[in-house]
């Protein structure tokens, strides 16, 4: 872990990372309910709020949307992904080198390590090359910390959700995005786990308005430094609405009703 507060990709000590890799992680299935999105144009455009601190894309996306908007989002460039058709073991394919997301603009790199799959040994390894190269260019590391594995029945009990914070800790991220482990008790936990580092909770399949910033309100509350989402923002029909809420239980500690009134 590196200070972190100075880079783009925070703000006041937190982030709200925008993600859109869903077109290869799931596939055009996570827009179907909302087809314009399917232009990415459309989430950068969304990504220009200023609660929003970065934009999570795989390479291709960064390479052909980013260069529009580079004076007005961040890019956190996602280096690894897989498609929704990989039966296997959890595992990741490296899509993109930090040398290569550094020459196309990014401010972060973002890197999912699946611990406890059977691929966890190739995976450390593989996050080990790309942090110590992201260190050559001073870009802060995101670790998409997901236990997942054929040994993992609950992916997000809070002993798991704890040691995925300890995790990310340990081996030199900068930032862990962690699925929230149901509770704020956990999640303080999950954070305490982390010490300094950030912890960041992932936003999950689309929830009401309510149900979302309440449980981004427990998390804040409990030490979170904020939010890496994709779905609960792109696929709601009006994504101002909720980043104008997220921006005040983030970043000025409203609570989700006062935030949802204003
Ligand atoms: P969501 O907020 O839509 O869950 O997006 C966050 C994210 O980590 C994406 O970056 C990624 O595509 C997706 O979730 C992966 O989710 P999962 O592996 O749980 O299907």
Redesign the pocket.
């Known amino acids: 872990m590196i200070p972190i507060d100075d880079s783009p990709i925070v703000r006041d000590g937190k982030s709200l990372i925008l993600?859109?890799?869903?077109g290869?992680?799931?596939g055009p299935v996570?827009f179907e309910a909302v087809p314009e999105k399917l232009d990415p144009s459309t989430v950068f455009e969304t990504a220009t709020h200023d609660a929003v601190t970065s934009i999570?894309v795989q390479k291709g996306i960064a390479e052909g949307y980013y260069p529009s908007y580079e004076d007005d989002v961040n890019l956190l460039v996602?280096l690894n992904?897989t498609s929704?058709m990989w039966m296997g073991e959890p595992d990741s394919a490296i899509n993109c080198s930090v040398d290569y997301a550094a020459e196309i603009g990014a401010d972060a790199v973002?890197f999912t390590v699946y611990s406890g799959s059977n691929h966890e040994v190739e995976m450390y390894e593989e996050f080990r090359r790309v942090q110590e190269k992201a260190r050559e260019y001073d870009l802060p590391v995101v670790m998409?910390s997901?236990p997942?594995g054929q040994g993992l029945k609950n992916d997000t009990k809070p002993s798991t959700i704890s040691y995925a914070t300890r995790i990310a800790l340990e081996i030199g991220a900068d930032i862990a995005?962690v699925?929230y482990p149901g509770s704020s008790e956990a999640m303080e936990h999950a954070c305490t786990a982390a010490g300094d580092m950030k912890v960041v909770m992932?936003?999950?399949?689309k929830t009401s308005d309510y149900d979302f910033c309440s449980t981004v309100e427990s998390a804040v509350t409990a030490g979170a430094s904020g939010l890496?989402?994709?779905?609960?923002?792109w696929?709601r029909e009006n994504p101002t609405r909720i980043l104008d809420a997220l921006e005040a239980v983030i970043y000025e500690e409203a609570t989700a009703d006062a935030a949802l009134e204003a």
């Open positions: 993600a859109m890799d869903h290869l992680e799931h996570d999570a996602k992904g929704n973002g998409w997901y997942r995005k699925k992932s936003g999950g399949s890496a989402v994709g779905r609960n923002v696929q």
